[in-house]
């Protein structure tokens, strides 16, 4: 069982972008909307982020970086912490997930999860 000490929560909200996709080259563009809120009981920032993005050909692939947006967010108890950013599949449904890691004020390092998420073209999917 986790120390509720450390524990971060994440939400996403996927939107489809006509306007960027283009299906006859299979490329079919996404934005997501994270928000990140501090659930635990201690203060902690984002230094990095790590993406698994899986098409519907079960092609992967992994995204790892520092911050989200350029940015490395210190969150306290209670905090949140929302951004918008995107991304381009193969097929037109995929999905996320991944792991930003954290540390916490006590110098603690821990990982919160980000729960899979679908990304999907509208009317693909019934």
Same mark, same amino acid.
């Given at each position: =069982? /986790?120390?509720?000490?450390?524990?971060?929560?994440?939400?996403?909200?996927?939107?489809? *972008?006509? @306007?960027?996709? @283009? $299906?006859? $080259? @299979?490329?079919?563009?996404?934005?997501?909307? *994270?928000? *990140?809120?501090?659930?635990?009981?201690?203060?902690?920032? +984002?230094?990095? #982020?790590?993406? *698994?993005?899986?098409?519907?050909?079960?092609?992967?692939?992994?995204?790892?970086?520092?911050?989200?947006? &350029?940015?490395?967010?210190? +969150?306290?108890?209670?905090?949140?912490?929302?951004?918008?950013?995107?991304?381009? +599949?193969?097929?037109?449904?995929?999905? =996320?997930?991944?792991?930003?890691?954290?540390?916490?004020?006590? &110098?603690?390092?821990?990982? /919160?999860?980000?729960? $899979?998420?679908?990304?999907?073209?509208? #009317?693909?999917?019934?």
């Amino acid at each position: =069982m /986790a120390d509720s000490k450390y524990q971060i929560t994440v939400n996403s909200v996927t939107h489809f *972008i006509p @306007d960027q996709s @283009d $299906e006859a $080259e @299979d490329r079919y563009v996404f934005t997501y909307t *994270i928000t *990140i809120t501090n659930t635990g009981r201690m203060t902690a920032q +984002l230094i990095s #982020r790590h993406w *698994i993005i899986t098409d519907a050909n079960q092609s992967v692939q992994e995204v790892r970086g520092l911050g989200v947006i &350029g940015e490395q967010p210190t +969150l306290k108890p209670g905090e949140s912490f929302e951004y918008t950013s995107g991304t381009a +599949l193969s097929t037109p449904v995929g999905t =996320m997930r991944g792991s930003y890691q954290m540390v916490a004020e006590n &110098g603690e390092k821990f990982d /919160a999860e980000i729960p $899979e998420f679908l990304l999907s073209m509208p #009317r693909v999917l019934h």
